[in-house]
């Protein structure tokens, strides 16, 4: 189960890293087999199904959508716990966010799923 001080931590340490755009300390909140699903995925790493897997995959998706947005830049909102999920509801450069993160028993996230608007 997730608790809020688990969510609350895992919530600003993800803004921050993605706001010093920090690949590494992004990535190391996910298993290593994670699967990431995005209508972004669709237009930025051309993937069809809009669902990439695994680090090596997304963390490519990840750095080229980076470069294409230099300024990006995220402002919480707010955190919803779920019983083993997070949902991040979050303002971007594109406008309001929300992500969904499963978590396995280590803490790590092994689904998650973006939505904007």
């Known amino acids: 189960m ?3 001080a688990f ?3 895992f919530a600003a340490d993800w803004i921050d890293a993605w706001n010093r755009h920090d690949l590494e300390r992004v990535l190391s909140h996910y298993s290593d087999n994670f699967e990431m699903s995005s209508p ?3 237009q930025v790493a051309g993937e069809a199904s809009g669902t990439l ?3 090596d995959a997304v963390g490519a998706y990840w750095a080229k959508a980076l470069q294409l947005i230099p300024d990006l830049q995220f402002e919480p909102v707010a955190t919803l716990l779920g019983v083993n999920s997070i949902t991040l ?3 971007s450069v594109r406008g309001p966010a929300a992500e969904v993160f499963h978590f396995n028993q280590d ?3 092994v689904r998650a799923y973006a939505h904007y608007s």
């Open 107 to 109: 803490g790590k996230v």
């Open 40 to 42: 972004v995925i669709i």
């Open 7 to 9: 969510a609350d931590r």
């Open 53 to 55: 897997k695994g680090k």
């Open 2 to 4: 997730i608790d809020k």
């Open 89 to 91: 509801y979050y303002k």
